[in-house]
Nanobody
Framework: QVQLQESGPGLVKPSQTLSLTCAVS??????????WSWIRQPPGKGLECIGH???????SYSPSLKSRTSISRDTSKNQFTLQLSSVTPEDTAVYYC????????????WGQGTQVTVSS
């Protein structure tokens, strides 16, 4: 059973960088054909894909967030990290990490989500 757990500060000031980590257990982030994603849901809105890092370390980002987003990984700790720079209150959301697979249009495992509020 794969488990994902997000961690990071719940409050970030405007213009700062939001940094979240997703710790993965029960499966390796380097296993072929899987990718590891960050997704968010602002209050009252739908889910938004931020980007992902795949088993080989290649990354892909949402065009609307690409200029501010970086996703990296630490294979020794089996975790991956989101950094979102120059945040504004519009970045306030519940942030999720999830696992996807090349053959599956849906994410099969999700973290529980973590609330991040951008406010001074």
């Amino acid at each position: 059973q794969v488990q994902l757990q997000e961690s990071g500060p719940g409050l970030v000031k405007p213009s700062q960088t939001l940094s979240l980590t997703c710790a993965v257990s029960g499966g390796s982030i380097t296993t072929n054909h899987y990718y590891w994603s960050w997704i968010r849901q602002p209050p009252g809105k739908g889910l938004e894909c931020i980007g992902h890092i795949d088993y080989s370390g290649s990354t892909s980002y949402s065009p609307s967030l690409k200029s501010r987003t970086s996703i990296s990984r630490d294979t020794s700790k089996n975790q991956f990290t989101l950094q979102l720079s120059s945040v504004t209150p519009e970045d306030t959301a519940v942030y999720y990490c999830a696992r996807g697979a090349s053959w599956n249009p849906l994410y099969d495992y999700w973290g529980q989500g973590t609330q991040v509020t951008v406010s001074s």
